[in-house]
């Protein structure tokens, strides 16, 4: 994942390379209104983008028959217009509603390819961490395109938005929804990234205890409101602290996605340990897992959700008589 914490100031690299990303987004917009005076000239050319492996990705025309790999893969395309154009998908992908009804063809981690070959698709869109890497070769193999996807930070979402939207024929909805989503993630920094700190434990997932370090884009996410994610310095992606540790680091607050969108179950194990700043102040936190946990427009939504309960850590430090 690349921005080291350090680049993410105001003024720092990532600041400056994020702004940047969206002065080009804008411009893409403004020339959209050019290209749709050319459509022979486009038709003619072709679609050419560079995905999230350095891949060059190029379609004769835009992609009719699209199978998605991931679930935060389907929302990213639903949310660009091409949503009518998957033609199957994997386990896990609800999101919008009309994703349900979408042909399977296993899991994120496990594909039936033979499933996936009968589609015919013109266009795959994989997960390039989480999808199996052999039968993705062997797709390619195949001579099946694949567009390769890995946004680890905000602006790589936006970066997605565009391309999926340019691959699918969208290229205004790709552009708007691209730059829509870095105005909230711009607004939302503007705001919290000065407050007060906030040292964080999140919590990923409970056996065996897990959490996210400052790379992964929860933790960018984290920093962005102001927090400080105790377990960010850490090189593993993704760190599996001990109940211990995490007590010794005593977090000032505790934020879970939980086993579910509705069952904040994990937050209740921690009120046993009423020695921690966290459970002693009530700053035990539930973000349902889709708004925080897959790489979609949503997580914008889930960061204004963080960056609230930070805030109502912040208003909790003056402590109660004992």
């Known amino acids: 994942m690349p921005v080291p914490k350090a680049g993410a100031t105001r003024h720092g690299p990532s600041w400056l390379a994020f702004q940047a990303f969206r002065r080009r987004v804008r411009r893409f917009s403004a020339g959209l209104m050019v290209a749709a005076s050319l459509p022979i000239a486009a038709a003619a ?75 015919s698709p013109d266009l795959v869109i994989a997960w390039s961490s989480g999808s199996p890497r052999a039968a993705l070769e062997r797709l390619e193999a195949l001579g099946l395109t694949v567009y390769y996807s890995e946004p680890g930070h905000f602006e790589g979402i936006a970066a997605d938005l565009q391309r999926l939207g340019e691959l699918a024929g969208q290229e205004e909805r790709g552009a708007v929804a691209a730059r829509d989503f870095l105005d909230t993630i711009t607004e939302l920094r503007d705001r919290y990234s000065t407050r007060p700190e906030v040292t964080v434990f999140y919590q990923v997932w409970d056996q065996p205890l897990m959490t996210v370090n400052d790379q992964h884009l929860i933790g960018r996410a984290i920093e962005l409101c102001g927090g400080r994610n105790l377990f960010g310095h850490l090189e593993t992606l993704v760190p599996r602290p001990g109940h211990e540790t995490v007590i010794a680091a005593d977090p000032e607050a505790i934020v879970s996605g939980g086993p579910g969108e509705d069952r904040p179950d994990w937050l209740a194990e ?43 850590a912040r208003s909790r430090r003056v402590e109660l008589p004992r």
């Open 270 to 312: 921690w009120r046993s340990w009423s020695q921690l700043t966290a459970v002693r102040r009530d700053n035990l936190f539930f973000i349902p897992p889709s708004l925080l946990q897959r790489h979609t427009p949503r997580i914008a939504e889930g960061t204004r959700m963080l960056c609230e309960v930070l805030e109502t």
């Open 45 to 119: 050319q072709g679609i050419s983008v560079i995905d999230d492996r350095g891949r060059t990705v190029q379609l004769a025309e835009p992609a009719q028959r699209i199978v998605s790999l991931a679930p935060h893969l389907t929302e990213l395309l639903f949310a660009v217009g091409a949503g009518d154009r998957i033609v199957a998908t994997v386990a896990y992908a609800d999101y919008p509603e009309a994703a349900s009804s979408i042909p399977r063809i296993g899991t994120a981690t496990q594909l039936d390819l033979e499933r996936l070959l009968a589609a």
